[in-house]
């Protein structure tokens, strides 16, 4: 594929996600007090768009090789950003089914899923591990989320969380992770440093971006938020489970102490909740 026909599909693509914004917000309106978590999904989204759009501008009027591997960081936002838009699906689709709006949310979050694809291709990219897929979102009215989780690290430690503890994933400037609040989006979160408190690695690869976990401990999207630095989500892995089994956490695990459940995980290890209200009483 010659330099201009990349040029000619990355342009394309700041215009399909300038579309997904708009579309997402008017979502996010149809949704009413739901949609406030939709709004943000929309505004990034509108923001990674204008990025894009100012990206083609430079190289088509400030030439340059056939190199786009520089708009795998677009695709890697938008990826995020599709996961956020599957956790305000799960969030509305347990409170309203008003207009049929999380079947709808779920169409333009598969949309994203698919543009970040389109892009990452289109970058050259293939850091990926895994497919990047986004379950079945349009559930019937009724139904819970008590059963969809994420997996995520917190130095090589293996961590499950619930989804409906989750507020937020956030994929944003490294965090001082030794100060005690970070503001994001004009919002400040308290953070919880669990690389200080167990007194764990914290790797920093040299990227100038992390990820963040934004969690309600009580499951209260509109209670108190806390920013959690966390080393990988596998964003891939937002995944039904109804035969996860409670068992004794392993003592050498640093957070056995603070478990709020623990299952056994292929070959031998264990995937740990944890209990960040307890934990909170003692950070």
């Given amino acids: 594929m010659n330099n201009e026909k990349k040029l000619w599909l990355c342009e ?90 999380p079947k709808s949310m779920s169409v333009f979050a598969e949309e994203m899923r698919r543009l970040a694809v389109d892009i990452n291709e289109l970058a050259g990219n293939t850091r990926w591990d895994k497919p990047f897929t986004i379950p079945e979102m349009a559930k019937p009215s009724g139904s819970n989320a008590s059963g969809q989780f994420f997996k995520y690290t917190i130095s090589g430690f293996s961590l499950l969380e619930n989804l409906k503890n989750v507020v937020e994933i956030m994929y944003c400037r490294r965090i001082d992770i030794e100060g005690k609040k970070t503001n994001q989006r004009g919002h400040e ?30 499951g209260n999207p509109f209670g108190d938020k806390y ?29 056995a102490e603070y478990t709020r459940e623990c299952w056994d995980a292929v070959g031998g290890g264990q995937f740990v909740f944890v209990d960040w209200i307890k934990l909170l009483s003692v950070v």
């Fill in 227 to 255: 920013a959690i630095p966390i080393d990988e989500l596998d964003v891939s892995a937002i995944f039904y489970s109804h035969f996860g089994t409670s068992v004794p956490v392993k003592l050498e695990n640093v957070f």
């Fill in 12 to 101: 394309q693509y700041a215009h399909k996600a300038w579309t997904l914004s708009l579309a997402l917000a008017q979502e996010a309106a149809r949704a009413g007090t739901h949609g406030k978590g939709f709004v943000v999904v929309a505004s990034e989204a509108r923001i990674l768009a204008e990025n894009l759009f100012e990206y083609c501008a430079n190289k088509r009027f400030n030439g340059g090789d056939a190199d786009f591997s520089s708009i795998a960081g677009f695709a890697l936002m938008l990826k995020f950003l599709a996961t956020n838009s599957a956790i305000e699906t799960y969030r509305v689709a347990e409170t309203s089914m008003e207009f049929n709006v």
């Fill in 189 to 218: 979160f308290p953070v919880i440093n669990c690389y200080k408190h167990f007194n764990i690695p914290y790797e920093n690869s040299g990227s100038e971006y992390q990820t963040v976990l934004i969690v309600s401990p009580d």
